[in-house]
């Protein structure tokens, strides 16, 4: 690893006010799991490495007439172990439950995750499905956009120079929404996902409203299916209903080949989880 200045962050603001001075040659390092695997294969200095673990309300998760507030900082331990989460986003807490194992859980952070943007990152699936924003902040101010135009395509994310990535917001409208996720790896922990999958539907007199599919592992960034989830909106509840949409959804993906999976299997593994999270969001038993 070559050598680098270190600081540490005692506020958002002082991060900003730094990312500003530095410019392109300072790095964000929230729990490190990703971070330092880039550092000791990096052919040049990052310059500086800003710590930003001591920023308390970075970490905060609440709830206001805005949604449910996850700070970029927090967990995937202390997701999992939240209250509010448990109550209105409890889908969260099994994607953050896949994350590696506990010591990475531990370290590793929601908005590491978002920000480092591989396409088979877990916390993606579910927070497109509950239709999340970002927050993201920087020395000409705050601006607010939904998660999917945040990821633009692998390692790449929409924020600029001098930003960070402070808050996900899970509307108020979705808080509660039932929602299940899955994720297929080639072993049962510790596994990157071959393909990662998350649905959120309300259930109204017994048919689907508001419908949303999300795939990760599938294409460059995690996806939503937007025609699985137009073929399924005002639908009666039933495992025909569902494994159409499910069907549709693997026509959205675009899976690859590759040395841990072929595109055909990717594309079973699509339709099992889709069938399996819908079910969960519509109460089924299911397989
Ligand atoms: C052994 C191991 C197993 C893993 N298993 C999984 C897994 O199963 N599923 C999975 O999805 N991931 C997995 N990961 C990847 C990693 O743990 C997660 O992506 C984690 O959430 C990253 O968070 P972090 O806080 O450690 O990020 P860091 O390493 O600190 O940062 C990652 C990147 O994000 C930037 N960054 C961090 N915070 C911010 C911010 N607030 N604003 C702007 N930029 C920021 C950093 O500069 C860096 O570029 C694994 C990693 C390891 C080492």
């Not at 402070?166 to 996720?181: E, Q, R, S, Y």
């Not at 899955?182 to 259930?203: D, E």
């Not at 675009?254 to 069938?275: Q, T």
Request: charged content about 20%; hydrophobic content about 50%.
């Amino acid at each position: 690893m070559k050598p680098f200045e270190f600081i540490k962050a005692a506020s958002t603001e002082e991060a900003v006010a730094a990312l500003a001075e530095h410019g392109p040659g300072i790095r964000i390092l929230a729990g490190g799991t990703d971070l330092l695997v880039d550092l000791k294969h990096a052919g040049q200095s990052p310059g500086v490495v800003m710590d930003v673990s001591g920023i308390d309300d970075l970490g905060a998760i609440s709830v206001d007439d805005d949604g449910l507030h996850i700070g970029a900082g927090a967990t995937h331990t202390a997701i999992m172990t939240d209250p509010l989460i448990a109550e209105h986003a409890p889908a969260m807490i099994d994607a953050a439950h896949t994350v590696g194992a506990v010591q990475t859980r531990n370290l590793g952070t929601i908005g590491g995750n978002l920000v480092t943007c591989v396409p088979s990152m877990d916390s993606g699936p579910v927070l497109v499905a509950l239709e999340a924003d970002v927050i993201l902040a920087g020395a000409s101010g705050i601006r607010r956009l939904a998660l999917t135009e945040f990821f633009v395509g692998p390692r790449k994310t929409i924020l600029a120079a001098g930003e960070m990535l402070v808050d996900i917001v899970i509307p108020k409208a979705n808080l509660g929404k039932p929602a299940g996720f899955i994720k297929f790896g080639l072993r049962k922990g510790q596994a990157l996902a071959l393909v990662n999958a998350a649905s959120a539907a309300w259930i109204e007199d017994g048919k689907f409203a508001a419908p949303r599919i999300a795939l990760g592992a599938v294409a460059p960034v995690v996806i939503r299916c937007e025609a699985a989830e137009a073929a399924l909106d005002g639908q009666p509840v039933s495992d025909a209903v569902i494994a159409e949409a499910a069907k549709i959804a693997a026509g959205e993906a675009k899976p690859i080949d590759d040395f841990r999976a072929s595109k055909s299997y990717r594309l079973d593994l699509i339709e099992v989880g889709v069938r399996r999270t819908l079910a969960a969001a519509a109460g089924l038993k299911g397989e």
